[in-house]
C-alpha cells in the first residue's frame, strides 16, 4: 500500500472519527443538561457524563490522524478532506439525535462527498518529502523564502493595522490571517510529519538535525496565531458565515503554499483543472450545509423560493450553537476550540 493511499485512508478516517464525536458530545450534552435538570450552555455536569468523554476521545483519534496524513500524503489532498466531517456531524446528528436535514442540507452533503472523491481520483503526483534533509532543501529555496516573508508581512500588517480597525466589522480580516499563516504551516506540518515517520522507520540523522526542531517551533507557533485569530472571527461573527469562507480561504492557500513550496504540481493540466473543480464542488458543499444549519426554522419551499438577501439574513440571525456545528473546528486539524461557556465541547486540539 502506497504512501498516498495510507495517507488518504487516515484523512478520511479522522473526517469520520471528527464528525461522530460531535454527535457523541452533543448526546453527552443532552443528557448530562437533562440529568442536572440544568440550563444548556452552562455548568460542568457533562464531565461526569461518558458519551461526552467518548466523543472527545474520538475526536482526539481523529486530530492524531488527521496530522498523520500529512506525513504520508499531500496537503493538497489532506485539506479538503476536512470538509467530511461536517457531513459526517450533519448526517449522524439527522440519525441519532433527529435532528432535521433540510432538502438544502442533503444536497450540500452530496456535494460536499462528491468534491471529495473527484480530488481522491484525480488528484496529480506531487512532490512529497520524506525526510528533513529534502524539506530542508525546499524550505530554504530562493522561491519559498521570499514568500513566506511576504506571507508574514502581510500577517502583521493585518493584525496590527488592519484589525484594529476593521476586524469587528469586516470577516475576511481576522479569517485572511489565520488562512495565510495556516497556509504555510500546513505544508510545513506536512515535511515535518513525514520526517518524523523516517525518524521511526529508522532513517538516520533526523532526530538530530537541527532543522527539525526549528520546523517544530514554527508549526507549534503558527498554529497558536491560527487559534487566536480564527477564535477572534468565531467570537464577532456567525460560525455559518466563517466557516464557509475559512474553508474556501485556508485550503486556497494551502494550494498555494503547496505549489510555491514544492515549485508546481507535478500532475497533467486535465487533472490540476479537475481538482479545482471538485475543491470549489466541497465549496458549494459547505456552504449549502451551513445555509441549512443556520435555517433550522425554515422550511425547504422556504429556502429555495428566499432570495439572496434573505439568506444572508438568515446567516447573520442564526444563533450560533457550536456543540450542534463542528464549525471551522472540523475543517483544520490540531486548531480551534471557541473561546464560549461551554469551550470544552467544541475542543479538539483543533484546527
Not at 308 to 316: A, N, S
Request: with cysteine.
Amino acid at each position: 500500500m502506497g504512501n498516498k493511499v495510507v495517507g488518504i485512508i487516515l484523512a478520511v478516517c479522522s473526517g469520520l472519527f471528527i464528525g461522530v464525536s460531535f454527535v457523541f458530545k452533543k448526546k453527552g450534552l443532552l443528557d448530562a443538561t437533562a440529568q442536572s435538570n440544568g440550563v444548556a450552555g452552562e455548568g460542568y455536569a457533562f464531565l461526569r457524563n461518558w458519551t461526552w468523554w467518548l466523543g472527545m476521545s474520538l475526536m482526539i483519534i481523529g486530530e492524531i490522524a488527521n496530522f498523520v496524513a500529512y506525513a504520508f500524503t499531500e496537503a493538497l489532498l489532506v485539506t479538503p478532506l476536512g470538509a467530511l466531517s461536517v457531513v459526517v456531524a450533519a448526517i449522524g446528528s439527522s440519525i441519532f439525535l433527529k435532528e432535521r436535514l433540510s432538502f438544502i442540507g442533503k444536497v450540500g452533503c452530496f456535494l460536499c462527498i462528491l468534491g471529495a472523491i473527484i480530488i481522491v481520483l484525480n488528484a496529480p503526483e506531487q512532490t512529497a518529502v520524506s525526510t528533513i534533509q529534502e524539506m530542508k532543501h525546499y524550505v530554504l529555496s530562493k522561491v519559498f523564502i521570499p514568500y513566506a516573508i511576504i506571507i508574514i508581512l502581510i500577517a502583521l500588517f493585518l493584525t496590527f493595522w488592519v484589525g484594529p480597525r476593521y476586524g469587528k466589522t469586516n470577516v475576511f480580516v481576522y479569517i485572511s490571517i489565520c488562512s495565510i499563516i495556516g497556509g504555510i504551516s500546513v505544508v510545513c506540518t506536512q515535511g515535518f510529519g513525514a520526517s518524523v515517520v523516517s525518524a521511526i522507520s529508522g532513517v538516520p540523522d533526523q532526530w538530530n538535525n537541527w532543522f527539525l526542531w526549528v520546523l517544530f517551533i514554527f508549526v507549534v507557533c503558527t498554529l497558536l496565531v491560527e487559534i487566536l485569530f480564527l477564535n477572534k472571527a468565531l467570537n464577532i461573527f456567525n460560525t455559518s458565515i466563517v466557516t464557509p469562507i475559512y474553508f474556501t480561504y485556508f485550503t486556497t492557500m494551502t494550494m498555494v503554499s503547496s505549489a510555491v513550496l514544492f515549485q508546481g504540481f507535478n500532475g497533467t493540466a486535465t487533472s490540476i483543472i479537475t481538482v479545482i473543480l471538485g475543491f470549489l464542488c466541497i465549496v458549494a458543499g459547505v456552504v449549502l450545509l451551513q445555509v441549512s444549519l443556520a435555517a433550522q426554522n425554515k422550511s425547504d419551499s422556504q429556502m429555495l423560493k428566499a432570495e439572496l438577501d434573505d439568506v444572508q439574513d438568515v446567516l447573520h440571525t442564526a444563533v450560533d450553537d457550536d456543540t450542534l456545528n463542528p464549525g471551522p473546528a472540523s475543517i483544520r486539524g490540531a486548531l480551534s476550540s471557541t473561546p464560549t461557556p461551554d469551550f470544552v465541547i467544541s475542543a479538539g486540539f483543533y484546527s
